[in-house]
């Protein structure tokens, strides 16, 4: 944990790059985590904060993006506590200026006193963006889960996902400070569990000129 905070803290200090023409860059994150578990006998949700780094690199039509972030995840239930480590590796195709599909795996780890959970999952993603406002940018993501892998006792069934925000940065500044919020939900065992994640995440970064 004392490492990914030197990491996170270092890249709020590395240009981060928007859709604006930069080639390459790093930003810091930090979000709020609320994981819900549903099964037909109970219920449980865990509450807690990650931190972690992005990035993005541009080569002609094509962007090579990767996401980590870890935190704990407690619960006001006699619920263990969750260590959560998750990343993910994307690559965009840009159809438009302000359009693109992105296709990669998104691999997550829960470990607890009941042992290690692991996801994997391949999923394609639409992505759009408009400028709303003066520096304001929006964005909107939607996703499928193509292929999955997991270890959680149940057969994976589906899975799907949604992440918007404002991308706020000014001409010849180069803060940019994105606010967003990320859901993803899956579903195993013909129903049997359902297992949600939402985050309200603040992602710091510096853009080139």
Same mark, same amino acid.
Do not use: K
């Given at each position: 944990?004392?490492? @990914?905070?030197?990491?996170?803290?270092?890249?709020?200090? @590395?240009?981060?790059?928007?859709?604006?023409?930069?080639?390459?860059?790093?930003?810091?994150?930090?979000?709020?985590?609320?994981?819900?578990?549903?099964?037909?006998?109970?219920?449980?949700?865990?509450?807690?904060?990650? @931190?972690?780094?992005?990035?993005?690199?541009?080569?002609?039509?094509?962007?090579?993006?990767?996401?980590?972030?870890?935190?704990?995840?407690?619960?006001?239930?006699?619920?263990?506590?969750?260590?959560?480590?998750?990343?993910?590796?994307?690559?965009?195709?840009?159809?438009?200026?302000?359009?693109?599909?992105?296709?990669?795996?998104?691999?997550?780890?829960?470990?607890?006193?009941?042992?290690?959970?692991?996801?994997?999952?391949?999923?394609?993603?639409?992505?759009?963006?408009?400028?709303?406002?003066?520096?304001?940018?929006?964005?909107?993501?939607?996703? *499928?889960?193509?292929?999955?892998?997991?270890?959680?006792?149940?057969?994976?069934?589906?899975?799907?996902?949604?992440?918007?925000?404002?991308? @706020?940065?000014?001409?010849?500044?180069?803060?940019?400070?994105?606010?967003?919020?990320?859901?993803? *939900?899956? *579903?195993?065992?013909?129903?049997?569990?359902?297992?949600?994640?939402?985050?309200?995440?603040?992602?710091?970064?510096?853009?080139?000129?």
């Amino acid at each position: 944990m004392h490492l @990914i905070t030197v990491v996170a803290f270092a890249a709020c200090f @590395i240009p981060f790059r928007s859709t604006a023409g930069q080639q390459f860059g790093l930003g810091g994150a930090v979000a709020a985590v609320r994981l819900s578990r549903e099964t037909p006998v109970d219920s449980a949700q865990f509450t807690g904060t990650t @931190i972690g780094f992005e990035g993005r690199v541009s080569i002609s039509w094509l962007d090579l993006a990767v996401r980590y972030n870890q935190g704990r995840l407690t619960s006001e239930s006699a619920e263990p506590e969750h260590d959560l480590v998750e990343g993910e590796v994307m690559v965009w195709f840009r159809l438009l200026r302000e359009m693109a599909l992105l296709v990669g795996p998104h691999v997550r780890s829960l470990v607890s006193a009941a042992g290690r959970e692991r996801w994997l999952f391949f999923e394609v993603r639409l992505h759009g963006e408009a400028r709303l406002l003066g520096p304001v940018r929006g964005y909107l993501d939607g996703w *499928r889960v193509l292929a999955a892998d997991v270890n959680v006792g149940v057969p994976f069934d589906n899975g799907y996902g949604i992440d918007g925000g404002l991308i @706020i940065s000014a001409s010849g500044f180069p803060l940019s400070l994105t606010v967003r919020y990320r859901a993803e *939900r899956a *579903r195993l065992g013909n129903g049997a569990r359902l297992e949600t994640i939402e985050r309200l995440a603040l992602v710091v970064g510096f853009e080139r000129p």
